[in-house]
């Protein structure tokens, strides 16, 4: 005998292992289904209960399925209470046990207890599969038109399972939904607000229909919020906070897209956003709805405010459920209400401080959307402040959005670099990967900070508590690169830093077990450079890099080994080490390509135009048309990358012209020869078809003059010697016309030939003479480059080399010197970094660069570039671009 559910929980709680229990489980089960087998009626109520305890536990409890099915078609209210508990804990919408009882349950809908109707449809609404709820669809609707207000609720609540599952059914349960919210029963119209949310979740496009309910869901609202104490719907003070929190959430889908809605709503929203307290979770839970559905519908900026001000309240309260939902809402309005946000913002920083590090990532994402350019100094400071206490992983979030912050909002570069400073000292490891490039791009393209720069981190880097590896990595890049300017600098400004200072701190720095080996690469580059900068202590850093040619990482020896060996090679160690060249915005770049594009365009407008008019002559007079227009295509767009070579090889006579045609439209290389022959074949086709043409035209003049002969062997007599005249004659013309073709085109083809070869020696005199001598290309303000070239190969491809001199001839020094090469798309250039960006006056010095220009295509092209040349002199800034295109280089 089987034990009651009493003493079968007594018996699993006083098992003190799982074993134990699942011997106490198996037994039991055995039971009940020995139970089961013999069809006991009397216990089965009592074992279904024993069943859902062992299913709760996590044992097997699927064989009294079955049995909570022989329940539910029990006559009794009791047992069909425990079979419908039974199956809606046992059983899953997906097991084919709960189609079986699809008939029972259509039974017990039909009934006329009320109760057991109840029991019904709350399996339906818990368990009820698609095709159940498809089939009794028909028997709901009805239940939904009862008068009993029980049995209408719980129908709604199936309706809404109905609509979720099977979401053409959407139709028929429409029609009831204003009947449902005219109800004075507050759960039917619970129920029934609940439905048209469901509708309007599955067809959006019904919310046009139920925009009429807003006047009535208005006044109801306004009802309950005016309403004094009920007993019947009081929670807590507030007259049912359940439906007024329904209400809110259906006017917020109704008012969204509706101008005519939301002012509707507008007056009931504001009395509802400002009279509630936020003492209570149940006034927290109104005035949220409330402020969620102001920002979400068409409100005017007052009624924004007043939500925004409401929030702001939930954040000075003591509930952090209440603070955190706060945040999440603001941050949806920092688009479309960035003032009023920025008037709160003591409260929301005062959220960084929060014990609750959800609260405080919240607050940070919104510190950081109300940021601009304005605030950004304040909030940034504010940030940082809360770093130091911040957790670690937490610190990381800030270093991010403080530097986006600098690299959106800055107001100006020394700020930028203080506030980065900061940020390296403070936050450690903890930072964004390229806050040490953002840093070194500043300093580079603004020389008044490098002194500056320089300065403030040497000092803070003689405290050993920022001694963090980035900012080590930083602080010996930046020394390093302007070590001079930081030594001569300060020597005039007073102050006590010197070279050997300087050189002392690197050593420590490197001998220090702290130290990784990544930073001790910048520790080396910096040392190197020292050498470059700075004369007269060569061996001082040859004894502190010694040491390192042996270190037992790879990486750092062969630096020191490479290092140590350039003091061996003065002449090139200084263009290796050179500073590093000013950053170039890319907007500076698109800009010279697009002035280039221009400048070539204009440049050959002339030779394009002339280039085409050949072409058309020559069109008209060739006589096979469609072998021109097969290969027209692809030829103009070779016609438009020539350069100026190509007007002075235009063609001077007939034959010439269908070469130079056949040229321009097929290329150059082994395509061109073979387009040659086959443009030979096609004009000495042309030509025989010229001839017999000729020869049928004067057959046809014999014949008509031999018509008018009495005797038939007189005409032939006389049309023979006709024929044989004629052909005589025409013999003789193409023969004479054949020997003058060929005397003119000999004399065009020596003609040529003498015009080439005397071309081709003046472009090799000129290109020999250009190799031999610089070439100036800008001469302006005292400034003069030169350049002189040579033409070669490079890995098999045509190529010109030169060396760029730049000399300054004036009595004033040329600052901040950047030169800047573009070529035509034809060519890639490739520029070296200049030896240095100042030039002395009076010629005392020059500044050296490196150019290589490739050709990309195959035919032969003349040289042609745009010089954009930047410096500054007399504390002005000149920017001037100048095209260089007379150049005589062919290649």
């Given at each position: 005998?089987s034990?009651q559910?009493?003493?079968?929980?007594?018996?699993?709680?006083g098992c003190?292992?799982?074993?134990?229990i699942?011997?106490?489980?198996t037994r039991?089960?055995?039971l009940?289904?020995n139970?089961?087998?013999?069809e006991d009626?009397?216990?089965?109520p009592r074992?279904?209960?024993?069943?859902i305890?062992?299913?709760?536990?996590?044992?097997p409890s699927?064989?009294g399925?079955?049995?909570?099915l022989?329940l539910?078609?029990?006559p009794?209210?009791?047992?069909?209470?425990?079979g419908?508990?039974g199956?809606s804990?046992l059983?899953t919408?997906?097991?084919?046990?709960l189609?079986?009882?699809t008939?029972?349950?259509r039974?017990d809908l039909?009934?006329?207890?009320?109760?057991?109707?109840?029991l019904a449809?709350a399996a339906?609404?818990?368990i009820?599969?698609?095709e159940?709820?498809r089939?009794?669809?028909?028997?709901?609707?009805?239940?939904?038109?009862?008068?009993s207000?029980?049995l209408k609720k719980?129908?709604?609540?199936v309706a809404?399972?109905t609509?979720?599952?099977v979401?053409?059914?959407?139709?028929?349960?429409?029609?009831?939904v204003?009947?449902?919210i005219?109800?004075?029963?507050?759960g039917v119209?619970l129920t029934?607000?609940?439905?048209?949310?469901?509708?309007?979740k599955?067809?959006?496009?019904?919310?046009?229909?139920?925009?009429k309910?807003?006047?009535g869901?208005?006044r109801?609202?306004?009802?309950?919020?005016?309403a004094?104490?009920?007993s019947?719907?009081d929670?807590?003070?507030t007259?049912?906070?359940?439906?007024q929190y329904?209400i809110l959430r259906?006017?917020?889908y109704?008012g969204e897209?509706?101008k005519?809605?939301?002012?509707?709503?507008?007056?009931?929203l504001?009395?509802?956003?400002?009279?509630?307290?936020?003492?209570?979770?149940?006034?927290i839970?109104?005035?949220?709805?409330a402020?969620s559905?102001?920002?979400?519908i068409?409100?005017?900026?007052?009624?924004r405010?007043t939500?925004?001000?409401?929030l702001?309240r939930?954040?000075s309260?003591?509930?952090?459920?209440?603070?955190?939902?706060?945040?999440?809402?603001?941050?949806?309005?920092?688009?479309?209400e960035?003032k009023?946000?920025?008037?709160?913002r003591?409260?929301?920083v005062?959220?960084l401080k929060?014990?609750?590090?959800?609260?405080?990532r919240?607050?940070?994402?919104l510190?950081?959307?109300?940021?601009?350019?304005k605030?950004?100094?304040?909030?940034?400071q504010e940030?940082?402040d809360?770093?130091?206490k911040?957790?670690?992983?937490?610190?990381?979030d800030i270093?991010?959005?403080?530097?986006?912050?600098?690299e959106k909002?800055?107001?100006?570069?020394?700020w930028?670099?203080d506030?980065?400073i900061k940020?390296?000292t403070?936050?450690g490891q903890?930072i964004r990967?390229d806050?040490?490039?953002?840093?070194?791009?500043?300093?580079?393209?603004?020389?008044?900070?490098?002194?500056?720069t320089s300065?403030?981190l040497f000092n803070?880097?003689?405290d050993d508590?920022y001694r963090?590896?980035?900012f080590?990595?930083v602080?010996?890049?930046?020394?390093?690169?302007?070590?001079d300017?930081?030594?001569?600098k300060?020597e005039?400004?007073g102050e006590l830093?010197n070279t050997?200072?300087?050189?002392?701190l690197?050593?420590?720095?490197?001998?220090?077990s702290?130290?990784?080996d990544e930073t001790?690469y910048?520790?080396?580059t910096?040392?190197?450079?020292?050498?470059t900068?700075?004369?007269?202590y060569?061996?001082?850093?040859?004894?502190?890099i010694k040491?390192?040619?042996e270190?037992?990482?790879?990486?750092?020896?062969?630096r020191a080994?490479?290092?140590?060996?350039l003091?061996?090679?003065?002449?090139?160690?200084?263009?290796?080490?050179?500073?590093m060249?000013i950053?170039?915005e890319?907007?500076i770049?698109?800009?010279?390509?697009e002035?280039?594009?221009?400048?070539?365009?204009?440049?050959?407008n002339n030779?394009i135009?002339?280039?085409t008019?050949i072409?058309?002559?020559?069109i008209?007079v060739n006589?096979?048309i469609?072998?021109v227009?097969?290969?027209q295509?692809?030829?103009i767009n070779e016609?438009?990358?020539?350069?100026t070579?190509t007007?002075?090889?235009?063609p001077?006579n007939?034959?010439d012209?269908?070469?130079?045609?056949?040229e321009i439209?097929?290329?150059?290389?082994s395509r061109?020869n073979?387009n040659?022959?086959?443009?030979?074949n096609?004009?000495n086709?042309?030509n025989?078809?010229?001839?017999g043409q000729?020869?049928g035209?004067d057959?046809?003049?014999?014949l008509?003059?031999?018509l008018?002969?009495n005797?038939q062997?007189?005409?032939?007599?006389q049309?023979?010697?006709?024929?044989?005249t004629?052909q005589?004659?025409?013999?003789n013309?193409r023969q004479?016309q054949q020997?003058?073709?060929?005397i003119?085109?000999?004399q065009?083809q020596?003609?040529?030939?003498?015009?080439?070869?005397?071309k081709?020696?003046?472009?090799n005199q000129?290109?020999?003479?250009v190799?031999?001598?610089p070439?100036v290309?800008y001469?302006k303000?005292?400034i003069?480059?030169?350049?002189?070239?040579?033409?070669g190969n490079i890995?098999?491809?045509p190529?010109?080399m030169s060396i760029?001199?730049?000399?300054?001839i004036?009595?004033?020094p040329?600052s901040?010197?950047?030169l800047?090469?573009?070529?035509?798309?034809?060519?890639?250039?490739q520029l070296?970094?200049?030896s240095?960006?100042t030039?002395?006056?009076?010629g005392?010095?020059?500044?050296?660069?490196?150019?290589?220009?490739?050709k990309?295509?195959q035919?032969k092209?003349?040289l042609?570039?745009?010089?954009?040349?930047?410096?500054?002199?007399n504390?002005?800034?000149?920017?001037?671009?100048?095209e260089?295109s007379n150049?005589?280089i062919f290649?």
């Amino acid at each position: 005998m089987s034990m009651q559910v009493r003493d079968l929980i007594k018996a699993v709680r006083g098992c003190k292992t799982a074993q134990k229990i699942r011997e106490v489980i198996t037994r039991e089960s055995a039971l009940i289904r020995n139970s089961f087998r013999k069809e006991d009626k009397i216990n089965r109520p009592r074992n279904i209960y024993k069943l859902i305890y062992i299913h709760m536990l996590g044992f097997p409890s699927e064989f009294g399925q079955l049995e909570c099915l022989k329940l539910i078609a029990n006559p009794s209210y009791i047992g069909k209470r425990i079979g419908y508990l039974g199956l809606s804990i046992l059983v899953t919408e997906n097991q084919e046990v709960l189609f079986m009882s699809t008939n029972i349950i259509r039974n017990d809908l039909s009934s006329e207890d009320r109760y057991v109707v109840g029991l019904a449809l709350a399996a339906l609404g818990n368990i009820g599969s698609p095709e159940m709820l498809r089939d009794l669809a028909p028997e709901i609707e009805k239940l939904m038109e009862s008068e009993s207000s029980y049995l209408k609720k719980k129908a709604t609540l199936v309706a809404i399972r109905t609509i979720r599952l099977v979401p053409e059914s959407v139709d028929r349960f429409i029609g009831k939904v204003r009947t449902l919210i005219g109800e004075k029963n507050h759960g039917v119209v619970l129920t029934g607000l609940q439905l048209v949310l469901s509708i309007v979740k599955t067809e959006p496009e019904t919310i046009v229909k139920f925009r009429k309910l807003v006047p009535g869901l208005v006044r109801m609202l306004k009802s309950l919020v005016n309403a004094g104490y009920s007993s019947e719907y009081d929670f807590r003070g507030t007259a049912d906070p359940f439906l007024q929190y329904n209400i809110l959430r259906l006017l917020r889908y109704l008012g969204e897209g509706s101008k005519k809605s939301s002012k509707l709503m507008a007056d009931i929203l504001t009395q509802v956003g400002t009279s509630g307290g936020i003492s209570k979770n149940v006034e927290i839970a109104i005035l949220y709805e409330a402020v969620s559905t102001i920002l979400s519908i068409e409100s005017d900026s007052k009624l924004r405010v007043t939500a925004i001000n409401t929030l702001s309240r939930f954040l000075s309260g003591r509930h952090n459920n209440s603070k955190y939902v706060a945040l999440n809402t603001l941050l949806k309005a920092v688009n479309t209400e960035p003032k009023s946000l920025k008037r709160h913002r003591k409260v929301i920083v005062e959220c960084l401080k929060d014990k609750d590090i959800s609260i405080r990532r919240r607050a940070l994402d919104l510190v950081f959307g109300i940021m601009d350019k304005k605030n950004v100094e304040s909030l940034t400071q504010e940030l940082l402040d809360c770093l130091p206490k911040a957790e670690k992983e937490f610190r990381y979030d800030i270093t991010a959005k403080i530097c986006t912050a600098i690299e959106k909002f800055s107001p100006n570069d020394k700020w930028q670099i203080d506030t980065l400073i900061k940020v390296l000292t403070i936050g450690g490891q903890y930072i964004r990967d390229d806050v040490s490039s953002m840093m070194t791009s500043v300093i580079g393209r603004n020389p008044d900070l490098q002194y500056y720069t320089s300065k403030k981190l040497f000092n803070i880097l003689l405290d050993d508590r920022y001694r963090n590896q980035t900012f080590l990595q930083v602080s010996s890049w930046v020394i390093g690169e302007y070590g001079d300017i930081l030594m001569q600098k300060s020597e005039k400004d007073g102050e006590l830093i010197n070279t050997t200072q300087a050189l002392d701190l690197f050593q420590i720095l490197l001998e220090s077990s702290r130290t990784t080996d990544e930073t001790k690469y910048y520790i080396l580059t910096a040392l190197i450079k020292f050498s470059t900068r700075i004369e007269g202590y060569d061996e001082l850093i040859k004894k502190i890099i010694k040491p390192y040619r042996e270190h037992v990482n790879v990486e750092l020896q062969q630096r020191a080994c490479e290092f140590f060996l350039l003091f061996d090679y003065n002449e090139i160690r200084d263009p290796i080490l050179d500073r590093m060249p000013i950053f170039v915005e890319k907007e500076i770049e698109l800009e010279i390509e697009e002035e280039v594009s221009e400048n070539i365009n204009k440049g050959e407008n002339n030779d394009i135009q002339k280039n085409t008019q050949i072409i058309q002559n020559q069109i008209n007079v060739n006589q096979n048309i469609q072998t021109v227009q097969n290969t027209q295509n692809t030829g103009i767009n070779e016609l438009l990358m020539l350069n100026t070579e190509t007007k002075k090889t235009q063609p001077q006579n007939k034959q010439d012209s269908l070469n130079f045609l056949q040229e321009i439209f097929s290329g150059s290389g082994s395509r061109s020869n073979n387009n040659n022959n086959n443009m030979n074949n096609n004009n000495n086709n042309n030509n025989n078809k010229t001839g017999g043409q000729g020869l049928g035209l004067d057959l046809g003049l014999g014949l008509g003059l031999g018509l008018g002969m009495n005797n038939q062997s007189q005409r032939q007599n006389q049309m023979q010697t006709q024929r044989q005249t004629q052909q005589n004659q025409m013999q003789n013309q193409r023969q004479t016309q054949q020997n003058q073709r060929q005397i003119n085109q000999n004399q065009n083809q020596n003609k040529n030939q003498n015009q080439s070869q005397n071309k081709s020696q003046n472009q090799n005199q000129n290109q020999q003479k250009v190799q031999n001598q610089p070439f100036v290309v800008y001469e302006k303000n005292g400034i003069k480059i030169e350049m002189n070239f040579k033409v070669g190969n490079i890995r098999g491809t045509p190529a010109v080399m030169s060396i760029i001199k730049t000399t300054n001839i004036s009595s004033i020094p040329i600052s901040n010197y950047l030169l800047q090469v573009a070529v035509p798309k034809t060519l890639k250039a490739q520029l070296s970094q200049p030896s240095g960006q100042t030039i002395p006056p009076n010629g005392n010095g020059l500044v050296n660069q490196q150019l290589q220009i490739i050709k990309l295509v195959q035919q032969k092209t003349q040289l042609s570039i745009l010089l954009r040349v930047t410096y500054v002199i007399n504390g002005q800034k000149i920017v001037e671009n100048k095209e260089v295109s007379n150049i005589p280089i062919f290649f």
